[in-house]
């Protein structure tokens, strides 16, 4: 099968997906707002050192970018698997380790049954060094649209960067911020057909 027509049919499954999604009742983006206050009220922000809270507050967008980044192309890695390779993509297309350690991150989360958990699928549980490995072993099902394995690595490699900053109380630089925005704007028009 040619690339151009590989391409095509993913377009327009991708495109079918969306209208059956809409005719299934899917609520809108903006059916996801949530009142702030309210959250506020319930982690008890008000009675912490302003000063911690302001930092981390600007923080919060940083981790809604990584967040809504890595949970994207978890999406995209176990869409463009299961339509290339079938149901057990993850048996075929992941590696021992990368599956072993998933998976045991998983069973420990489901030990601890008093706290909600990440999910019930192991890609959930599937660190970013890992799906950008999952994404170069795989690469032919990804060439269509991705540049090459190795710009993906490299996007992977920041992204994670100012994740663990963030993910351990750091704050980042505007300039750092400002890298971060300029791959996830690259990524989502490599992406983004």
Not at 50 to 64: G, H, L, R, W
Not at 104 to 121: F, L, P, S, T, Y
Request: charged share 30%; with cysteine.
């Amino acid at each position: 099968m040619r690339s151009d027509s590989r391409l095509y049919d993913f377009v327009y499954r991708a495109q079918l997906t969306e209208e059956a999604l809409d005719r299934a009742g899917r609520q809108s983006r903006a059916s996801f707002a949530y009142d702030q206050q309210k959250v506020r009220d319930l982690l008890g922000i008000d009675v912490l050192d302003i000063e911690y809270v302001a930092a981390a507050e600007k923080m919060s967008f940083v981790y809604t970018t990584v967040a809504a980044f890595e949970n994207s192309v978890r999406e995209l890695i176990k869409r463009t698997l299961l339509e290339a390779v079938g149901e057990d993509w993850w048996e075929k297309c992941v590696s021992n380790a990368t599956r072993t350690a998933a998976e045991n991150r998983m069973k420990e989360e489901q030990k601890i049954r008093w706290h909600v958990q990440r999910g019930d699928d192991p890609i959930k549980f599937t660190m970013l060094p890992n799906l950008a490995n999952i994404i170069a072993q795989n690469f032919d099902h990804f060439e269509a649209y991705l540049h090459n394995a190795e710009w993906v690595k490299s996007i992977f490699e920041t992204v994670e960067r100012s994740r663990n900053v963030i993910m351990h109380s750091g704050t980042l630089s505007d300039r750092d911020m400002a890298r971060l925005g300029s791959l996830i704007r690259d990524w989502n028009s490599q992406v983004s057909i």
